[in-house]
Nanobody, 122 residues
Framework: QVQLVESGGGLVQAGGSLRLSCAAS????????MGWFRQAPGKEREFVSA????????YYADFVKGRFTISRDNAKNTVYLQMNSLKPEDTAVYYC???????????????WGQGTQVTVSS
């Protein structure tokens, strides 16, 4: 089992920044990939970014390229999502996920955090 706890969400004005953190505990060695997803009210959960813990290779959805940066600190078992130039349409609950593959496909992740709310005001 892997436990994931997100933090860092909040309310920010458009153009502002937030940094989300995802702390992993438990059998973290079994999950090489860590991902960030988001879900806005009435919409499906969508892929934002992912990183491979072993290689550091990163993946991004097109709509966040150049604005968001994913990184990891393996010593702390923590993954970060630095979000800059935030837009009102970025408003959503952001979830951290862990799995064996860095993929944008939601069901392929084995473990999920509880989510953290990000609200961007215009």
């Amino acid at each position: 089992q892997v436990q994931l706890v997100e933090s860092g969400g909040g309310l920010v004005q458009a153009g502002g920044s937030l940094r989300l953190s995802c702390a992993a505990s438990g059998r973290t060695f079994s999950s090489d990939a860590m991902g960030w997803f988001r879900q806005a009210p009435g919409k499906e959960r969508e892929f934002v970014s992912a990183i491979r813990r072993s290689s550091g290779r990163t993946y991004y959805a097109d709509f966040v390229k150049g604005r968001f940066t994913i990184s990891r600190d393996n010593a702390k078992n923590t993954v970060y999502l630095q979000m800059n130039s935030l837009k009102p349409e970025d408003t959503a609950v952001y979830y951290c996920a862990a799995g064996s593959r860095a993929t944008p496909i939601v069901p392929l992740y084995d473990y999920w955090g509880q989510g953290t709310q990000v609200t961007v005001s215009s």
